[in-house]
């Protein structure tokens, strides 16, 4: 495709203007923008993480009669919509532009976050929560598909890394907030927090961030361009893209399934194992902060050694450090093996979206994050179902960890697969730049 940039083009548009196909240098506007899309998966990662650390108060607080089993139902409901805004929100990302995609995926999490403070019972909870995720789940994609393009391909996969240490950041968030709020104010508190999202950092992204669309032949020719250059699932799911976006969706499955079963249920499983609820939101903090010190420590790696390798390791390191978990070592080896847990499962989730960024060319981009991310939504609606199950059955605690680390080994080994059908194969679709 042949671009014919202006010769008095500016580094970035105003905020709201289309992008040029090309990405831009690093400027400091695009710093900016980087910024708030990182924001925005700060209250992502919070939103996420906040149903762990109240639910305990809703099944004994509330008097809605939630049980174990139906309190994990109810996790998963927000996971249910995310995987559904996953899904649409990279391809309307694809198609309408980042940037409206993003505002529009963060006002919706902000608003039914907030109701969800106000919820009278659990179905209206679970309604809201739903609806929630919606926007939750399309924020990821899309964001990541707009920083993509900010950035030189060179740093793409680094910061690709980086932006998603908002998540656990988020989460750490929500731990630690939980230790003094839920005691003094309720567990509605917590929901509350999504005030500071919708007036403060929507407004901000309504400043900074620009524009970007599908690159203009694209767009241009969609009545009459070839399934390789035509943006969608079709061309995703053919070749020669078919086997390796396969690979991912499933390998962001299982991880997610451990990721996201971890952080809804641990700090109820560390209470099951005697702990009390302040201790038990610790060990929810050091999972989230051992995400943290993983998206850096794995943004440098993935640079290193590549994304895709790198991640097989983080990925065998949650299986070993959760199976650690179950020999029920001294209370320093739990919380070490915690942030080894969190280094692994949310590194590895990382490391995935990175590959995918860096593997798919600018029209497919934010419809191969939607796709990857919208399966793999699938393990992240499971886990919490499944923790509930296997507690309401009686296998205890360690039933838990087993299952986590079962996942995270099969997506080690599903990554095996991924680094070696990439070696083997780099598309490059004819008539598109890879930017």
Known sequence: ???????????????????????????????LAVLVCWLLVVFDGYDLIVYGTVQSALINDTGWGLTKAT???????????????????????DTWGRRRTILGCAVVFSVFTILCAFAPNAYTFG??????????????PSANALVA??????????????????????????????????????????????????????PLGV?????????AGVRQAAGTATPETRPGFRSLLRAPYLGVSVLY??????????????????????????????????????????????????????????????????AAVAAVALLVLVTGPPVTVVYLMLVLAGVGTHGTQCLVIA????????????????????????GA???????????????GVNSNFLAFAGAAAVAALLLVVVGAKTIRTTPTPVGVNNV
């Open 1 to 31: 495709m042949n671009h014919t940039p202006s010769a008095a083009a500016p580094e970035l548009p105003m905020p709201g203007a289309a992008l040029p196909p090309a990405a831009p240098r690093f400027s400091k506007q695009s710093a």
């Open 249 to 314: 969706a499933v390998a962001t499955l299982v991880t997610l399934f451990a990721w996201y079963g971890l952080g809804t249920w641990l700090p109820n499983l560390m209470q099951l194992a005697g702990y009390n609820l302040g201790s038990a939101l610790t060990f929810a903090l050091a999972l989230n902060l051992g995400a943290v010190v993983g998206s850096v420590a794995t943004a440098w790696a993935g640079t290193r050694f590549g994304p895709v390798p790198t991640a097989v390791a983080a």
């Open 207 to 215: 400043g900074f961030l620009p524009e970007t669309l599908p690159p």
């Open 355 to 378: 590959a995918v960024a860096s593997h798919y060319p600018a029209h497919l981009r934010g419809t191969a994050l939607g796709w990857a991310l919208g399966v793999g939504r699938i």
């Open 127 to 140: 309604a809201l929560r739903l609806l929630a995720g919606i926007g939750l789940g399309g924020l990821v």
């Open 381 to 395: 609606v499971a886990a919490p179902q499944a923790g509930g199950l296997l507690l309401a059955a009686g296998l």
């Open 71 to 93: 309190a994990g139902t109810v996790g998963s409901m927000a996971f249910a919509g995310m995987m559904i805004g996953a899904v649409f929100a990279g391809r309307m990302a």
């Open 149 to 202: 393009e900010l950035v030189p391909a060179k740093w793409r996969s680094t910061i690709a890394t980086l932006m998603m240490s908002g998540v656990p950041i988020g989460g750490s968030l929500a731990a630690l907030a939980g230790i003094p709020l839920i005691p003094a104010y309720g567990w509605q508190v917590m929901f509350l927090v999504a005030v500071v999202a919708l007036a403060v950092v929507i």
